[in-house]
């Protein structure tokens, strides 16, 4: 190392570049999977913890290509930031419902469960196409359910409590995702009438810690008890895990412990 700062230089800036365009180059390629609606979809199945009967499976997005890989909340949170998760519901929405028609005719029917973000619910832009859109699949309705997830974005629960209605009474199923991870999901669950909620799997994960009790979630499963609401128990990894939440009464779990998202759904 005769000249350390000259070499170091130009081998920072070089390397910084090279950083700079990769970087440009994933939002390039996000931003164009986003527009396109060229991602894929993987299902993850929701299991009764009674009988282990399958509810539905959950899709969830993947994104990658021929140069990377791109984690879902990466990429969602890109679509957020840049102001395309209306568009990217209402894609993610219409693959979901195409899926469920074309394994209707094949014989093999599916149920599926997507994700929603309250956002979209939250502005015209957003929820009038959504709604033209699964109003039109009012025949598949009892084979959709809805995930609402980031609820904390909703500014106006009284207008979205409508649009639920609305989708609701055309037959489709509501649930609260996440419950319990953000500020508040009892306000959510006090406006709106959902039929499921999912309990967020850090509550799951607490079971096995050292002197773990279960204060919180008995009284989120007393609640949704009386409401009529069932609950799930998400990131569900161990049998123990499985047997706690059903001797308190969870009644559906979902998580690597009944199995990984994958590219095929899990049928009964
Ligand atoms: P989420 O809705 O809470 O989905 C569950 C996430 O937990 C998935 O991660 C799933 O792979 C992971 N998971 C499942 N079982 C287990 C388990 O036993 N243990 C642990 N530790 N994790 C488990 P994924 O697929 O990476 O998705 C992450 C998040 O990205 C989702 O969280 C959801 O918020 C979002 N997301 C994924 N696909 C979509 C989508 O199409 N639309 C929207 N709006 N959000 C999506
Ligand atoms: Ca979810
Ligand atoms: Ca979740
Ligand atoms: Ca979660």
Do not use: W
Request: charged share 25%; with cysteine; glycine share 6%.
């Amino acid at each position: 190392c005769e000249n350390p700062k000259s070499v170091n230089f130009e081998s920072l800036s070089n390397a910084f570049n090279v950083m700079a365009s990769e970087a440009q180059l994933r939002v390039t390629n996000m931003r164009s999977m986003i527009e396109t609606g060229n991602f894929k979809i993987a299902f993850q199945p929701v299991v009764s913890l009674q009988n282990g009967t399958i509810l539905h499976n959950e899709v969830l997005s993947r994104f990658n290509d021929s140069t990377s890989d791109y984690t879902p909340l990466e990429v969602i949170q890109f679509a957020e930031d840049i102001g395309v998760i209306e568009e990217f519901d209402l894609a993610l929405c219409r693959k979901a419902i195409d899926y469920i028609r074309k394994m209707k005719k094949l014989g093999t029917p599916v149920r599926l469960s997507v994700n929603l973000s309250g956002r979209t619910f939250d502005n015209s832009r957003g929820i009038e196409p959504l709604l033209k859109t699964l109003l039109a699949a009012k025949d598949i309705s009892h084979s959709l359910l809805l995930e609402l997830t980031d609820t904390a974005t909703i500014k106006n629960l009284v207008k979205v409590e409508a649009v639920l209605n609305d989708l609701k009474a055309a037959g489709f199923k509501l649930c609260l995702d996440d419950f319990g991870a953000g500020a508040s999901g009892y306000q959510y669950l006090r406006a709106f009438n959902v039929d499921y909620v999912k309990i967020d799997g850090s509550y799951v994960k607490d079971i096995v810690r050292k002197d773990y009790k279960p204060t919180f979630l008995l009284s989120i499963i007393r609640l949704c008890d009386d409401l009529g609401i069932k609950t799930i128990g998400e990131h569900v990894e161990t049998n123990f895990q499985a047997d706690f939440l059903r001797s308190i009464g969870v009644h559906y779990g979902q998580g690597f412990h009944y199995g990984k998202p994958d590219y095929a759904p899990r049928t009964n």
